[in-house]
């Protein structure tokens, strides 16, 4: 899997948790619907697509499309506290089942240790195929393993 290009469905669970907020988009960044979402660190705390980058915070999945402007005017509504199906590198496996996963890009998510900067996203739930897995969205577990 790649970065998005594309606004992309995503399967959903356990959605009696779900919260929304709505974040300004960083300049001229592009989020498409169900792209995993960062905030950056930086002092202004707009949100980009999620990357593997350091001083990122992962905040949840894109729940509409936005490009940013200098301006900050542009906003984009970000959900977390469900299951979402999501892509998963080829290191994760249903042994990782309770342990945090973190992000490889705004599409993929992968393990602790095998990304440079351990952006968690949130507990690997279910394996459901070789390439994809359900991830609660910023529900963490205490193994980081």
């Known amino acids: 899997?790649?970065?998005?290009?594309?606004?992309?469905?995503?399967?959903?669970?356990?959605?009696?948790?779900?919260?929304?907020?709505?974040?300004?988009?960083?300049?001229?960044?592009?989020?498409?619907?169900?792209?995993?979402?960062?905030?950056?660190?930086?002092?202004?705390?707009?949100?980009?697509?999620?990357?593997?980058?350091?001083?990122?915070?992962?905040?949840?999945?894109?729940?509409?499309?936005?490009?940013?402007?200098?301006?900050?005017?542009?906003?984009?509504?970000?959900?977390?506290?469900y299951d979402a199906l999501i892509a998963l590198s080829t290191i994760v496996t249903a042994g990782f089942v309770g342990v945090n996963v973190t992000v490889g890009d705004d599409n993929l998510c992968s393990t602790a240790g095998a990304t440079t900067n351990d952006v968690f996203v949130g507990e690997f739930q279910q394996l459901e195929s070789s390439a994809l897995g359900w991830i609660a969205l910023r529900q963490y577990s205490n193994n980081n393993t």
């Open 1 to 81: 899997m790649t970065a998005l290009t594309a606004d992309a469905s995503r399967r959903t669970r356990n959605l009696q948790g779900k919260q929304i907020a709505s974040y300004v988009v960083a300049t001229s960044a592009v989020i498409y619907v169900g792209s995993l979402v960062c905030v950056r660190g930086s002092a202004d705390n707009r949100v980009l697509v999620a990357s593997d980058t350091a001083s990122r915070k992962f905040v949840g999945m894109a729940e509409e499309a936005a490009t940013g402007t200098t301006a900050g005017t542009v906003r984009c509504r970000v959900s977390w506290g």
